[in-house]
């Protein structure tokens, strides 16, 4: 495993773990926090001679903004959610963002139903940055699960 495999495994728990607490402890994802994350991994894909990943990276940040926001205005998820995203896709890379943020949603969806379930109702606050970071550092963590979720999807 490469020095940047590490580095990019490190800075996500690193940022996800600060997003979970900031969210849980205040209700928002920091602004500083996601877009240092985002600076730091483009930097690091240019300073490690990756550069011709920036534009996938950009590209997945602007549609994983565009897919997004209709939940933001609906109020689904905050805008530090989408930001933590895209964040992440900076360390991650095009494919791993796709599968977090559907891992993330289906995480998410189930947590939800559970809480339905034991009767906390529909206006209950659920903190999304935790299912993000589940997905995120599963998907980072464990190299086979994005292979099996790639073919459970026909090999996208």
């Given amino acids: 495993?490469?020095?940047?495999?590490?580095?990019?495994?490190?800075?996500?728990?690193?940022?996800?773990?600060?997003?979970?607490y900031t969210?849980?402890?205040?209700?928002?994802?920091?602004?500083?926090?996601?877009f240092s994350f985002f600076v730091g991994g483009v930097c690091l894909r240019i300073l490690?001679?990756?550069?011709?990943?920036?534009?996938?990276?950009?590209?997945?940040?602007a549609a994983v903004t565009a897919l997004l926001f209709p939940f933001y205005?609906?109020?689904?998820?905050?805008?530090?959610?989408?930001?933590?995203?895209?964040?992440?896709?900076?360390?991650?890379g095009p494919l791993l963002l796709a599968q977090c943020v559907g891992l993330a949603f289906l995480i998410g969806g189930a947590a939800s139903a559970v809480l339905l379930l034991m009767g906390k109702g529909l206006r209950h606050r659920m903190h999304f940055a935790v299912p993000i970071?589940?997905?995120?550092?599963?998907?980072?963590a464990v190299p086979s699960l994005s292979e099996r979720i790639t073919a459970w999807c026909g090999g996208l």
């Avoid at 020095?3 to 979970?20: F, P, Q, R, S």
């Fill in 73 to 92: 205005r609906l109020g689904g998820i905050g805008a530090g959610d989408i930001k933590l995203f895209a964040a992440a896709g900076a360390f991650m």
């Fill in 133 to 140: 970071a589940v997905s995120a550092i599963a998907l980072s």
């Fill in 1 to 20: 495993m490469k020095i940047v495999e590490y580095v990019d495994k490190i800075a996500i728990i690193a940022m996800m773990t600060a997003a979970v």
């Fill in 48 to 61: 490690t001679g990756d550069a011709a990943r920036v534009p996938g990276i950009l590209g997945a940040a």
């Fill in 23 to 34: 969210d849980i402890r205040e209700g928002k994802i920091y602004n500083a926090l996601t």
